[in-house]
């Protein structure tokens, strides 16, 4: 009889814990639906509360009520602005916890973190190759496509990536501001003069901690800091090469793409890489700035220097 009972309370308990389980699973559900229940009417975008939502609509309505007080540029959200103003600022209230770098948004914060990590998120629907930023995925999948959205507003030359473009509109607009009393040579920005005239000076204020080998800038210094550790956190995204320098990087892109972003003002030659430039125009200036120790010949280009100092060892030897 006792025995008969304790099934029964048991079964009971049982039928109770599953009706339990039920209604804690209906309110995860509820919890889950409610979480995104504000969609926007638009593109279908869904947001967790009514205002997220109302703030998105701006963006489909083009209103922006929030203008910056330095250079008067619009914004539809005030969160925008607020990241905005920091480019005048110069505030990065943001630190990688691995290496200290400085960020002003949280989202930069975030796609560097994965430098360290090797995180990887986005993957290619094509070729299912993985990238740790969106944008890197967004550019890779223009390979498949051959499309290039961004062209240019003189010459209708066409680019896959804006900052191919941005690269290749300056050589029309050259937009240099910045110039150096010693050599003449011109910059976009005060600070990248401010550093360059560290060369002249010949400063030298950052050291590196495993040969003392001294830099002037400290750009420099963690570029050659790779060749003690072979890091190389720069890959391509087409043949997976790897690179130490972001710009390397860069001018390697292109021998898949084919764009040729740096044009002759003489002659209109394209070029993908802006050294390549440089060294076309010496044909038209008769310019030879490599000179020999030994003889003084001199020459337009570096290589040819190195290769013509290679009869002298040999005479020596």
């Known amino acids: 009889m006792m025995e008969a009972s304790q099934k029964a309370n048991k079964k009971h308990v049982n039928k109770l814990s599953v009706k339990a389980f039920d209604c804690n699973k209906n309110v995860q559900i509820s919890d889950h639906t409610d979480n995104k229940s504000f969609a926007c009417d638009i593109c279908g975008k869904i947001f967790s509360n009514k205002s997220h939502l109302d703030r998105h609509y701006l963006a489909h309505k083009n209103e922006k009520p929030y203008s910056c007080e330095v250079c008067n540029k619009l914004f539809s959200q005030k969160c925008n602005l607020n990241v905005h103003y920091r480019t005048h600022t110069n ?186 430039l440089y060294e076309h125009c010496r044909t038209h200036t008769n310019e030879k700035p490599f000179s020999c120790d030994v003889c003084t010949k001199e020459f337009s280009r570096k290589s040819y220097l190195q290769k013509h100092v290679l009869i002298h060892k040999k005479e020596n030897h």
Do not use: W
């Open 91 to 276: 505030e990065k209230p943001y630190s990688c916890d691995v290496c200290y770098k400085k960020f002003s948004q949280t989202s930069d914060l975030k796609r560097h973190f994965r430098t360290h990590t090797n995180e990887k998120p986005y993957s290619c629907d094509v070729c299912s190759k993985v990238f740790s930023q969106k944008g890197h995925l967004n550019d890779h999948v223009r390979i498949h496509t051959n499309e290039k959205p961004y062209s240019c507003d003189v010459c209708n030359k066409e680019f896959s990536q804006s900052s191919n473009l941005n690269q290749h509109y300056r050589t029309h607009i050259n937009a240099k501001t910045y110039s150096c009393l010693v050599c003449g040579k011109e910059f976009t920005q005060q600070s990248v003069l401010n550093r360059h005239c560290l060369i002249h000076t010949n400063q030298k204020p950052y050291s590196c901690d495993i040969c003392k080998k001294k830099f002037s800038q400290r750009s420099s210094l963690n570029v050659h800091y790779r060749g003690h550790t072979n890091e190389k956190p720069y890959s391509c995204d087409v043949c997976n090469k790897e690179f130490s320098r972001k710009d390397n990087l860069i001018d390697h892109c292109r021998t898949h793409t084919s764009e040729t972003p740096y044009s002759c003002d003489i002659c209109n030659k394209m070029f993908s890489r802006k050294n390549q």
